[in-house]
Each structure stands twice: as C-alpha cells, then as structure tokens.
DNA sequence: CGGAAAGGCGGGAGCGATCCCGAAAACGCG
DNA sequence: CGCGTTTTCGGGATCGCTCCCGCCTTTCCG
C-alpha cells in the first residue's frame, strides 16, 4: 500500500535509507544518531526518507558494534508472591520503566528467588543486559557482589551493605528522619506508649526507620524498649501479627508506628478485631502511602514519590553506564496527616 | 588468577574457543548449539575449550544473523497499582518467566497503560521482540490488533475477541464448566440464593463465568436473575463493595460466588461487618485458588494451576515462534472445599 | 578392491549497524 | 586570488556469530 520505494518486504536497512536519501551510509547514521556536524539538507533528507520507508534500526547490529544492548535489568529477589502483592514494588517499577523509556531502553524482569537460578541470572547479566536495578538483594548480599564481581553494573534500592557502599549507585529514603517525624508527631498528638512494627533485620531501610523511632522517642523522653518493637514481614498479614502480639505484651500501647503501609493496614485491622478504636485508642502512622485510600480510617503515613524512587534508580544507573562513578540519591518524605492519628 | 590462556581482557569470542580446541570456527559453533554431524572428539575439545575460557556467546552476533532476539515482552496493559496488587499475575509472571528461561528467551516488561504509550510499545515489539505475551489487552482489543498487525507473534491470557481467535495464540481456563462446578458445590450444601460477583464485563473470563453459574442455577431451578449479579474489578475493595450491594438488594442471600479470590476476600470482610456468618449465613466460593491462607474462615475456590497457565502462554509462543501455527490450551479447574462454603 | 554415499570439517560470505580515516567542499583571511 | 582551516561526507573495516558450500575422510557395499 506504502507506494514507491523498493520490493523491500522486510525491513529496510541503513543503506536503503541512504540510498533513498542520496547520501552514504555514514552519513544516514550520524543523522539518525544525532550527530552535530551534518549540513541541514543531509538532516532533512534522511529524516524524510526514513520516515518514507519507516525505517527502523537493527538493534543488533548496534550492539554488535557498540557492545551495549539497551537492555537493563529489573532484579526482584524476593519470592514471588510477596512481589506482586506490594504496591511499591510496582510503583517502582513503573517509574524505572518510564524513565529508561525516554533513554530507549528496555527492562527485562529477572527473578532468581532460589539460588540454584543465581547463575542463570548472572549469565544473564553479563551476557545481555547493560546493567541491574536490585530491588532486593537477599539477606545475604552475597547475590549483589556476585553480580559487581562480575563486572555487572548495578543500583540497588535502598542503602547496600557497607562493603557496597562504594561499588553500587543507590537511592534511597529519608528512612531515619521520615520514622523521627512520625513519632515526632505521634507525641504531639499526645500519644506516650509508642509502638513499632518492623521488618526483616537484613534490610537497612528497617534498620533506619527504627533508630528514627528510637531517637525520637528518646527526645522526647519516652520509653522505647525492645518491647514495644515487634518485627513484621511488610505485608498485610505480617502486620496484623505483629499488631496482636504487641497488644498483649504492651496493653497499654496507644499508637503504633509501621514501616510500611501494607503493615499499618494489617494492625488497623487487627485493632479492630481486638476492639481498639482507631486513633481512639490507638494511633497508627504508616510508610510510603500507597494505599491511602483502601483503609478506613484513612492511614497517616510518611509519604514518599515512590515513582520517582524507581526513576531515581533509573537516572543513576543510565548515568554510571555512561561511564559515571557510582552515586546514590536520597528521596524526600513527608508527613501526611489523615484520620488514624 | 584464572592461569592460562591469552590475555584476553575482554570476553573471548567464539574464534578464540575455536583455536584454543584445535578446530575451526563453524565447529565450533556447531558444537555449541547442539548439531549433530559432529564427532565426539571435537564436541569433548569445544566443550572443553569454551568451559576454560569462560566462553559466553555473544547475542548481538546471534541475533544479527538468526534475525532472533530471544526477548519476550510480558504486555501488562493495566493500571500500574492492580497489576502489582493482584497475585495471580505474579504467578502467570513467574510460570511464564522459568518456561522462557528454559529456553534461553528472557522476558521483557513492557507496559503500556496510556493510549500514548502504545506506539513506543509497537515500536518495541516489532523493533528488539520475539513476541509478546498478553496479560489484559484492555477493554477494546485495540492494541493486540495493533500489535498482530504489525506482524507481532503474539498469546493472550484468556480468549481473545472472536476476530483473533485465530490469530493469536491464547490460554483460557476452564471457566464456565469451573464456575458451574462452583455454584453446583453451593446447592449440594443446599444454598438456594447464590449471588455473583462478576469483573469488567469486556472480559471473556468475566462473560463465561457468569454463563457457567446461569446454567448452574437453571439446571438446579433456581433463581439467576439479574439482581443477582454484581459486578466488581478483581480487586479485594471492590469485592467488598459490591458485597455490600448485594446484601442490601437481595436481604435473603445465602451464597455468593465471586470471580477470583481477591473479591471473595473482600467479600467475607464485607459479611463480617454486616454481621453476618461465614458460612453460616452465607457461603463463599472464589476462583483462582491463590489466596488460601490469607483469610479466615479459609477460603472454598476453584483451583487453577496459574503457573502452568503462564508456562502454557510460554510453551505456546515459542511454539508460534518455531514457526506452528497460532493454538490454545485450555487450564482445568477443580473445586477445593474449605471452611467458607 | 573400487566407487558411491555419508559424515566431518574449514572457512568465506554475510547480517546491519558504528567508527574512523582521509578526501572533498566550504569558508575565512591576508 | 591563494592557501590554510574547518565542515561535511564517503566508504572501508569491524563487531562475533551462523549459514552454507565444497573439500576431505570414512564407511559401506557390490
């Protein structure tokens, strides 16, 4: 239907496109490609006939020659169905996605959740992808400094153990100051006995938002004793758990503070059950809203751009690729004030 | 530290397993993708060559001359927050993921919930995919016959709209005869008000569930009007919803099969706020099977193996990709009692 | 024992881009 | 107007692999 040009019935290839524009082959790709020093009628023409004959450059033919492949990977080291069950996973990878968009490239999912997969994934890596987002990298990170002893490229979310420190790009959250003004502003509300549900030791997020509640509470001249800590798994399920056990070792609690929402929601509920009126009895204050409106009533919660947590990722990494050292970002948190406190 | 061979900094190409093997270039590659007319003594020196040096292909190369490029994109056509909310896709995700790697093919996450989005993503398909998966084509098929179109290989989760059928390939659950199995369960237990909560109603799952409980309550004699019916989104808040309209308009329900787990979830939520017995008052049933532990009375579903739904999507593209012609494979459900029903 | 068929193997010819060198054209200035 | 500089451009070389053609060995059978 397309008229002139050629029997081309695949697709067409650089050298078509310049032929068609009547220049050279290194010509139509420094245009395509962006280049400065090309006359504005070299521009045109190949714009024009590129367009005639929807050209579409061979990828690989451009790794072949460039050695990247626009291809980075989306490492999820969690079982599955925690994944996909946690909305700030995919916010997150939402924002990674849309900004490696902009850049052309691709994110391809990599799940190793057994380590029997950890070699498959780390021949992936270094076989076909540019480089890693490590959402998480186990308990052990024995899986991320495999993967930089390789050679790979990586960011991860959230702040790496020590030895990474250096070795990786990351982003993280204002974890410890975000917890602090969480109970900062538990206490002004008048709340005394402050609880707290974390989670898996392992990870540095927990680890921060709970010094941020301790030093909080010891500002305040409060109590923040093991006991009122109860770890949690970051789902809903884990949330309500931990809320009943700390009911009952801690009768008196009158607010919890949890380190996500999804854990916030789980002892609302929980709280419920027990019959506690919430803020009446108890104050909840959760971490991440994103999930504002799926609790009644209405969770407070440190909010973060968790979007942008995953287009932070991205930039840094698109960035190192471009031969950068490794950096780290961290995004800002803010306090929204709903009805469970 | 790895002694031996060259200096070969960077990674070593298939020439150079080739020298160090003592053969030729062409058998070596015939080695390394499995022919057959190649005797035992260079198959054992290739094998052996290519293990000493760390050999990795390169699939730049590959793709050049197969025209392959061993990517899949997994198409979520969702909003971000119901993709990463519900399980069942990260189980379809999973399945399909481990079917593909299997193969060597890696899966691409390829989203696309704004109409603005879609020309980025057919470029992407046509552009560095094998073929794409699709897990919800949205509401008007729009995009899959874009995709098909344009010459893209293409499975769908669910049959597609009568004018792909043959077009693509897709995998479907037993819907209609699961859903008539589920509502056949409630009148064994002698219930005789059975409502159902549905899903959008541009959903072929969505539209031969609810055939199957028709047909389920005609042949019992039992009432399967319309205010029977409520529609929700799959989700456990929409569940709840429209739980709670049920009840209202059909005071003297005694079961409710909803449409996957996430709805039956908020279902039973919904019931216990209004008071009323699970089962006791009113039965349950959902479908998917994939939230059994999470609630409480445990939940009666169909059961589906959701991870070989994903395989099977898998198993079918590579299949199209071999070059078949588009199939479909039907996923079998089965009826698992708990304590809802 | 000789000739045909089969099995193994080597290496040239691409795949379609980018890079880069050197030639050609355009420009600037005394 | 001539010559040095800067821009622009052409096209060879190259990336690492697979495909395929044709040669050399073996094997088999009359």
Not at 55 to 70: E, F, K, Q
Request: proline fraction near 4%; charged fraction near 25%; hydrophobic fraction near 45%.
């Amino acid at each position: 239907m397309t008229s002139s040009s050629g029997r081309s019935s695949s697709r067409p290839t650089l050298e078509q496109v310049a032929a068609l524009a009547g220049v050279s082959r290194g010509t139509a790709s420094r245009v395509l490609s962006g280049a400065s020093n090309v006359s504005e009628n070299a521009v045109e023409a190949v714009r024009r006939a590129a367009a005639e004959l929807h050209y579409r450059p061979n990828l690989a033919a451009r790794s072949l020659v460039t050695g990247r492949t626009g291809l980075v990977g989306l490492l999820v080291n969690e079982p599955a169905h925690k994944l996909w069950t946690d909305p700030f996973f995919g916010e997150l990878a939402r924002g990674a996605h849309d900004r490696l968009t902009e850049d052309g490239v691709a994110l391809v999912l990599s799940l190793a959740t057994e380590e029997s997969e950890r070699d498959k994934l780390i021949e992936l890596a270094t076989t076909r992808l540019d480089g890693v987002l490590i959402v998480r990298g186990g308990g052990d990170e024995k899986l991320v400094h495999a993967l930089v002893d390789a050679g790979v490229t990586a960011v991860t979310a959230g702040r790496p153990a020590d030895s990474l420190l250096e070795r990786v790009g990351w982003v993280d959250s204002e974890n410890e100051a975000g917890a602090r003004a969480a109970v900062e502003h538990l206490v002004e509300r008048g709340r005394r006995r402050i609880g707290l549900i974390t989670g898996p030791d392992d990870m540095n997020v927990v680890v921060d938002r709970r010094s941020g509640w301790r030093e909080a509470l010891r500002a305040a001249g409060l109590d923040a004793s093991a006991e009122l800590v109860e770890p949690g798994a970051f789902t809903i399920e884990s949330g309500a758990q931990a809320m009943a056990t700390l009911l009952e070792r801690v009768p008196d609690l009158d607010a919890v503070f949890a380190q996500n929402d999804l854990m916030a929601l789980g002892a609302i509920r929980q709280l419920r059950v027990a019959g506690k009126a919430v803020p009446g009895d108890v104050a909840v204050v959760g971490f991440d809203d994103l999930m504002a409106e799926s609790s009644s009533p209405t969770l407070t919660t440190m909010a973060q751009d968790v979007q942008g947590f995953g287009a932070a990722m991205a930039s840094l990494l698109l960035e190192q690729l471009g031969g950068a050292a490794p950096r780290h970002e961290v995004i800002p948190v803010s306090l929204v004030a709903r009805e469970s406190s």
